[in-house]
Nanobody, 128 residues
Framework: QVQLVESGGDSVQSGGSLRLSCTASGLTIDDYAVGWFRQAPGKEREGVSCISRSARSTAYSSSVEGRFTISKDITSNIVYLQMNYLKPEDAAMYYC?????????????????????WGQGTQVAVSS
Protein backbone atom coordinates (compact mmCIF):
# COMPACT_ATOMS: atom_id res chain seq x y z
CA GLN A 1 0.00 0.00 0.00
CA VAL A 2 1.44 3.33 -1.09
CA GLN A 3 1.51 6.00 1.58
CA LEU A 4 2.95 9.50 1.63
CA VAL A 5 3.14 11.29 4.97
CA GLU A 6 4.03 14.96 5.21
CA SER A 7 5.52 16.50 8.33
CA GLY A 8 7.40 19.58 9.42
CA GLY A 9 4.67 22.17 9.10
CA ASP A 10 4.61 24.83 11.77
CA SER A 11 3.88 28.46 12.50
CA VAL A 12 6.83 30.79 11.88
CA GLN A 13 7.48 34.49 11.50
CA SER A 14 8.09 36.13 8.17
CA GLY A 15 11.69 35.56 7.12
CA GLY A 16 11.91 32.27 8.95
CA SER A 17 12.62 28.78 7.65
CA LEU A 18 11.01 25.37 7.72
CA ARG A 19 11.88 21.99 6.30
CA LEU A 20 9.01 19.82 5.21
CA SER A 21 9.40 16.06 4.87
CA CYS A 22 7.48 13.64 2.70
CA THR A 23 8.06 10.11 3.95
CA ALA A 24 7.13 7.42 1.46
CA SER A 25 6.18 3.81 2.08
CA GLY A 26 5.00 1.20 -0.36
CA LEU A 27 7.06 2.79 -3.12
CA THR A 28 10.69 3.60 -3.82
CA ILE A 29 11.12 7.31 -4.45
CA ASP A 30 13.87 6.84 -7.02
CA ASP A 31 11.22 5.30 -9.26
CA TYR A 32 8.94 8.34 -8.89
CA ALA A 33 8.84 12.02 -9.60
CA VAL A 34 7.72 13.77 -6.43
CA GLY A 35 6.06 17.14 -6.22
CA TRP A 36 5.09 19.57 -3.51
CA PHE A 37 1.83 21.46 -3.83
CA ARG A 38 0.05 23.94 -1.60
CA GLN A 39 -3.43 25.25 -1.12
CA ALA A 40 -4.43 28.28 0.89
CA PRO A 41 -8.01 28.86 2.04
CA GLY A 42 -10.16 30.13 -0.81
CA LYS A 43 -7.45 29.56 -3.38
CA GLU A 44 -6.73 26.90 -5.93
CA ARG A 45 -4.05 24.32 -5.36
CA GLU A 46 -0.74 25.34 -6.91
CA GLY A 47 2.45 23.52 -7.69
CA VAL A 48 5.45 24.55 -5.63
CA SER A 49 8.24 22.26 -6.71
CA CYS A 50 9.02 18.92 -8.29
CA ILE A 51 12.01 16.58 -8.36
CA SER A 52 12.66 13.92 -10.96
CA ARG A 53 13.10 10.21 -10.36
CA SER A 54 16.86 10.48 -10.44
CA ALA A 55 16.85 13.77 -8.51
CA ARG A 56 18.99 15.26 -11.28
CA SER A 57 16.35 17.75 -12.30
CA THR A 58 14.08 20.01 -10.31
CA ALA A 59 11.40 22.57 -11.04
CA TYR A 60 10.03 25.46 -9.00
CA SER A 61 7.24 27.95 -9.26
CA SER A 62 8.41 31.50 -9.84
CA SER A 63 7.02 32.54 -6.46
CA VAL A 64 9.39 30.25 -4.54
CA GLU A 65 12.42 29.89 -6.80
CA GLY A 66 15.55 30.95 -4.99
CA ARG A 67 13.93 30.50 -1.58
CA PHE A 68 12.82 26.85 -1.59
CA THR A 69 14.91 23.76 -2.32
CA ILE A 70 13.59 20.28 -3.01
CA SER A 71 15.75 17.20 -2.45
CA LYS A 72 15.57 13.45 -2.14
CA ASP A 73 17.10 11.13 0.44
CA ILE A 74 16.95 7.83 -1.40
CA THR A 75 18.27 5.85 1.56
CA SER A 76 15.52 7.10 3.86
CA ASN A 77 12.86 7.27 1.12
CA ILE A 78 12.11 10.87 2.04
CA VAL A 79 11.66 13.98 -0.07
CA TYR A 80 12.38 17.30 1.58
CA LEU A 81 11.28 20.84 0.88
CA GLN A 82 13.57 23.37 2.51
CA MET A 83 11.76 26.68 2.74
CA ASN A 84 13.75 29.82 3.54
CA TYR A 85 12.79 33.49 3.74
CA LEU A 86 9.17 32.57 4.26
CA LYS A 87 6.54 35.15 3.48
CA PRO A 88 2.94 35.43 4.70
CA GLU A 89 1.78 34.44 1.22
CA ASP A 90 3.53 31.08 1.65
CA ALA A 91 1.03 30.11 4.33
CA ALA A 92 -0.99 27.11 3.16
CA MET A 93 -1.56 23.40 3.51
CA TYR A 94 1.35 21.69 1.81
CA TYR A 95 0.96 18.33 0.10
CA CYS A 96 3.43 15.96 -1.47
CA UNK A 97 2.51 13.73 -4.37
CA UNK A 98 4.25 11.09 -6.43
CA UNK A 99 3.97 9.71 -9.93
CA UNK A 100 5.87 6.89 -11.60
CA UNK A 101 7.01 7.64 -15.09
CA UNK A 102 9.67 9.39 -17.11
CA UNK A 103 12.73 10.96 -15.57
CA UNK A 104 11.73 14.61 -15.75
CA UNK A 105 10.75 17.19 -13.18
CA UNK A 106 9.49 19.84 -15.59
CA UNK A 107 7.26 17.39 -17.45
CA UNK A 108 5.33 16.49 -14.33
CA UNK A 109 5.45 19.97 -12.78
CA UNK A 110 3.47 21.23 -15.76
CA UNK A 111 1.05 18.27 -15.55
CA UNK A 112 -0.10 18.08 -11.90
CA UNK A 113 -3.12 16.00 -12.94
CA UNK A 114 -0.74 13.07 -13.51
CA UNK A 115 0.19 12.74 -9.84
CA UNK A 116 -1.74 9.76 -8.52
CA UNK A 117 -0.38 9.29 -5.01
CA TRP A 118 -1.06 12.04 -2.48
CA GLY A 119 -0.39 12.69 1.17
CA GLN A 120 -2.74 14.27 3.68
CA GLY A 121 -0.86 17.54 4.03
CA THR A 122 0.99 19.56 6.64
CA GLN A 123 0.03 23.09 7.64
CA VAL A 124 2.38 26.05 7.29
CA ALA A 125 1.51 29.39 8.87
CA VAL A 126 3.61 32.53 8.43
CA SER A 127 2.98 35.65 10.48
CA SER A 128 4.13 39.09 9.43
Amino acid sequence: QVQLVESGGDSVQSGGSLRLSCTASGLTIDDYAVGWFRQAPGKEREGVSCISRSARSTAYSSSVEGRFTISKDITSNIVYLQMNYLKPEDAAMYYCAAVRGINSATYYFSRPQLFNNWGQGTQVAVSS
